[in-house]
């Protein structure tokens, strides 16, 4: 209860509000606690799931894909014409297992582009022209 003295000051006023101003600070500490938190485990996730692609990963993924191209092209170019061979290259254990994350993080953004552009064609109806 407050008390009022002859000054006509509430002594527990003051206390009361630091109480409140101390919860306040308390709870701002706490959210910036979990949200650094948040921060901090999202970081480690993004480096858990990043890995270093070495410079022979890189070469040997631009080649194929320039490959991969001129394939595309020829068989625009020579429909009924039987496309080149390509034997398999050659490449470290540590190369192959990089190539195959890129590989698999390309598939799963071409997929996500795809569902995107599946919703965008629904939402436009234009699903059965």
Same mark, same amino acid.
């Given at each position: 209860?407050?008390?009022?003295?002859?000054?006509?000051?509430?002594?527990?006023?003051?206390?009361?509000?630091?109480?409140?101003?101390?919860?306040?600070?308390?709870?701002?500490?706490?959210?910036?606690?979990?949200?650094?938190?948040?921060?901090?485990?999202? /970081?480690?996730?993004?480096?858990?799931?990043?890995? %270093? !692609?070495? $410079?022979?990963?890189?070469? &040997?993924?631009?080649?194929?894909?320039?490959?991969?191209?001129?394939?595309?092209?020829?068989?625009?170019?020579?429909?009924?014409?039987?496309?080149?061979?390509?034997?398999?290259?050659?490449?470290?254990?540590?190369?192959?297992?990089?190539? /195959?994350?890129?590989?698999?993080?390309?598939?799963? %953004? !071409?997929? $996500?582009?795809?569902?995107? &552009?599946?919703?965008?064609?629904?939402?436009?109806?234009?699903?059965?022209?």
């Amino acid at each position: 209860m407050a008390e009022i003295h002859e000054t006509g000051v509430d002594i527990n006023q003051y206390e009361n509000s630091l109480d409140g101003e101390v919860g306040e600070v308390e709870e701002r500490a706490g959210a910036e606690e979990q949200g650094m938190a948040e921060e901090q485990s999202m /970081a480690e996730e993004e480096r858990a799931e990043t890995f %270093a !692609v070495t $410079r022979s990963a890189v070469m &040997l993924w631009d080649y194929a894909q320039e490959i991969a191209q001129d394939n595309t092209e020829f068989a625009h170019a020579h429909p009924h014409a039987p496309r080149p061979v390509h034997p398999p290259m050659q490449m470290s254990r540590r190369d192959k297992c990089l190539l /195959a994350l890129m590989v698999e993080d390309r598939r799963e %953004a !071409v997929i $996500r582009l795809w569902e995107e &552009l599946n919703e965008i064609e629904r939402l436009l109806g234009l699903e059965n022209i």
